[in-house]
C-alpha cells in the first residue's frame, strides 16, 4: 500500500522495487493464523513462514526511543494517563479503556524490532523463490481445497478469484499458521508513546480501542504482529474498521478466529472496493525484443498489448498477451530479469502492500495455484541487494552528478529509479533504471 494506504504494517524492501522499506518478518504474526478446529491442513510437504514485505509510515520525527530497556515504565504510564484523555474526546468509553490498558507495559523489544527494520534487504528472486516455492503452492492448494465452499461463495460476492485471496492468505500469515501472538494494545502503545511515529501509530491505537468498543473481539484476544498488523489476512485497525466484513453472520468482524472466513472475505472486500477486475490477470510474464528501448519500462506509459507485441512485445510463447486493458512493462530486476506486462489489478494488489515483491508473490502465487507455469526467464543470481548504506552511497552520489533523487534516503522508489535511468541514459548504459551493485561501483 503506498504511503500507508495499505492493510497491513510490517516492511520489506526488496531490490529495485517499490518506495518501501526492507523488513523480513521471521515466522511471527503476519495475517491469520489458523489451528484446532476449522483451521487450515496444511500439505504435508511443510509449513512455511509468513512472507510479508510492506511499507511502514512515513517518520514523523527521529528521536530516540521514548523509553530506554532499564527504566522504570512510569513515564510510559504516566503517557497512557494523557492518552486517555485523547481517547476519551473521540469517543472511546472510559469502560474500554480500563479493559484495554488493564496490565499493559512498555515493550522495549517491539522499539528494537522498529529500529532494525531498515537494514534487512531481499533480492526479488530470493523473495519469490519462498512466496512461489513448492510448499506453499502445495499448502495454497490444500487451504483452497478445504475452503472452497467458503470461497466460492467469497469469489461470487466479491468478484475477486478464490486463487488470489488465497495467495494474499499464503503470503500473510502461511495460511493461519503466523497470525502474530503479540497484544496489540500494548505494541500500538508502545509505537505510539516512541517519539519516531507516533502520529500514525496513535491513530491506529485509537481505531484498535474502536475495534473493542464495537464489540468485535476483547483486548487479550487482539493479537497481531509486533507492528500492529491482525489476523489471518494482516489488517492495520484503520483498514480494518473501513473494510473488514461480518460474511458467518454472526455479528462480528472475526478476523482473528481460527475459522478465516471472515478474514478472507476481508480481503476480497478490500480488493473489490479498490476496483479489482475480475477475471483479467495482474501481469503477464513476456519476452522483450532484441533492441527494446528500456526507456519504454516505465508504469506512466501504458499501451495495450496489442500494441505492445507491435514493438515485439509477446508472451512466453511468442504470442501478442491478450488485449485485457492498459498494461505498462515492468523489469523489476533491470534487463537482466524477468520482463512482465501488468495490468489494473497489479494497481489494485500494490493498494495491499505497495511492494513490487509482494504484488508480484501473491499474483505469481495465486497463478501457480490454479495450476499456470513457474517464472521462466532467469534472474541475476550472482547480483545481490544493496544495504541500506549502499542505497543511500548511490543516492549522493547521483545526486552529486546532477542525477537528484531528491533525498538520501535508502529507499529505491520512482525518483531514485528515474535518476538512474537518466544517469544510465548519459552513459550510454541501457536504461532499465535498475539499481544494482555494478551501478554503484560504476558510479564509484
Known amino acids: 500500500m503506498r504511503a500507508w494506504t495499505s492493510v497491513a504494517v510490517l516492511t520489506v524492501a526488496l531490490s529495485g522495487g517499490a518506495q518501501a522499506d526492507p523488513l523480513g518478518e521471521p515466522p511471527h504474526p503476519s495475517s491469520r493464523a489458523a489451528s484446532e478446529p476449522g483451521a487450515v491442513q496444511l500439505a504435508s510437504v511443510g509449513v512455511e513462514k509468513s512472507l510479508r514485505p510492506a511499507l511502514r509510515p512515513s517518520a514523523t520525527g527521529?528521536?530516540?526511543?521514548?523509553?530506554?530497556?532499564?527504566?522504570?515504565?512510569?513515564?510510559?504510564?504516566?503517557?497512557?494517563?494523557?492518552?486517555?484523555?485523547?481517547?476519551?474526546?473521540?469517543?472511546?468509553?472510559?469502560t474500554v479503556l480500563e479493559q484495554a490498558f488493564d496490565g499493559v507495559t512498555y515493550d522495549a523489544d517491539i522499539i528494537k524490532r522498529d529500529r532494525n527494520q531498515s537494514e534487512f534487504t531481499k533480492t526479488i528472486w530470493d523473495y519469490l523463490d519462498s512466496a512461489a516455492s513448492e510448499t506453499r503452492i502445495a499448502n495454497g492448494k490444500a487451504s483452497l481445497a478445504q475452503h472452497g465452499r467458503t470461497l466460492d461463495a467469497i469469489e461470487q460476492r466479491y468478484g475477486v478469484e478464490k486463487e488470489v485471496v488465497v495467495a494474499v492468505w499464503g503470503l500473510e500469515s502461511a495460511y493461519g499458521t503466523y497470525r502474530g501472538k503479540t497484544d496489540i494494545i500494548r505494541a500500538l502503545a508502545t509505537l505510539s508513546f516512541d517519539a519516531r511515529r507516533s502520529q500514525f501509530f496513535e491513530q491506529q491505537l485509537i481505531a484498535a480501542l474502536k475495534i473493542l468498543q464495537n464489540g468485535d473481539t476483547t483486548p487479550r484476544k487482539m493479537t497481531g504482529s509486533w507492528a500492529g498488523a491482525m489476523g489471518h489476512t494482516q489488517f492495520i485497525p484503520t483498514s480494518y474498521l473501513d473494510y473488514a466484513v461480518d460474511f458467518t453472520g454472526d455479528g462480528k468482524r472475526d478476523i482473528w478466529s481460527d475459522d478465516p472466513t471472515d478474514a478472507l472475505a476481508s480481503t476480497a472486500a478490500y480488493l473489490a472496493r479498490f476496483g479489482w477486475e475480475t477475471g483479467k490477470p495482474w501481469g503477464v510474464e513476456v519476452r522483450l525484443p532484441k533492441g527494446f528501448d528500456y526507456r519504454l519500462a516505465d508504469r506512466k506509459i501504458e499501451r495495450l498489448p496489442s500494441d505492445w507485441a507491435r514493438l515485439g512485445v509477446v508472451s512466453m510463447a511468442g504470442q501478442p498477451v491478450a488485449d485485457h486493458g492498459a498494461a505498462s512493462v515492468l523489469l523489476p530486476a533491470g534487463g537482466k530479469g524477468a520482463a512482465f506486462l501488468i495490468f489494473r489489478n497489479f494497481s489494485v494488489i500494490e493498494r495491499y502492500n505497495a511492494a513490487d515483491a509482494y504484488v508480484i508473490g501473491v499474483g505469481h502465487l495465486s497463478d501457480r495455484i490454479k495450476g499456470g507455469p513457474a517464472i521462466q526467464a532467469a534472474w541475476p543470481?550472482?547480483?545481490?541487494?544493496?544495504?541500506l548504506k549502499e542505497r543511500k552511497e548511490m543516492q549522493e552520489r547521483l545526486t552529486a552528478r546532477g542525477f537528484d533523487t531528491q533525498g538520501v534516503d535508502g529507499r529505491i522508489g520512482p525518483l531514485t529509479i528515474s535518476a538512474v535511468r537518466a544517469f544510465q541514459v548519459a552513459s550510454g548504459l541501457t536504461p532499465d533504471g535498475y539499481a544494482s551493485l555494478g551501478l554503484l561501483n560504476r558510479l564509484r
Open 62 to 94: 527521529q528521536g530516540e526511543p521514548a523509553v530506554q530497556s532499564g527504566d522504570s515504565n512510569q513515564r510510559f504510564q504516566n503517557w497512557i494517563g494523557a492518552f486517555k484523555d485523547r481517547a476519551r474526546s473521540q469517543g472511546i468509553s472510559e
Open 381 to 387: 543470481r550472482d547480483d545481490r541487494a544493496l544495504t
